[in-house]
């Protein structure tokens, strides 16, 4: 089992900035992709940003890139979600997901999930 703790998020303007954390625990060693998700009252889950844990390499959603940066510090089993000029459709709350097989952008094929951390963006 792997366990996700997210923190981090909270009420910022548009156009400010906000960095979550999601520490995993457990039995980390079986994880190879780790991603963020988030989910705005209404809508469904939706696939933002995932990160390759062994060599780092990241993808995005065409929504947040070139405002959000995932990036993972493996001694401390952290992955980090900058978010920059960020926007009220930005508003959401953010999940941590993470699985033993290769990067995907779709929630059903992660087998761990933080509770999730809420960001709200005033315009």
């Known amino acids: 089992q792997v366990q996700l703790v997210e923190s981090g998020g909270g009420l910022v303007q548009a156009g400010g900035s906000l960095r979550l954390s999601c520490a995993a625990s457990?039995?980390?060693?079986?994880?190879?992709?780790m991603a963020w998700f988030r989910q705005a009252p209404g809508k469904e889950r939706e696939f933002v940003a995932a990160?390759?844990?062994?060599?780092?390499?990241?993808y995005y959603a065409d929504s947040v890139k070139g405002r959000f940066t995932i990036s993972r510090d493996k001694a401390k089993n952290t992955v980090y979600l900058q978010m920059n000029s960020l926007k009220p459709e930005d508003t959401a709350l953010y999940y941590c997901?993470?699985?033993?097989?290769?990067?995907?952008?779709?929630?059903?094929?992660?087998?761990?999930w933080g509770q999730g951390t809420q960001v709200t963006v005033s315009s």
């Open positions: 997901a993470a699985r033993k097989a290769i990067i995907s952008d779709l929630a059903r094929d992660y087998d761990y």
């Open positions: 457990g039995r980390t060693i079986s994880t190879t992709a």
């Open positions: 990160v390759r844990w062994s060599v780092g390499s990241t």
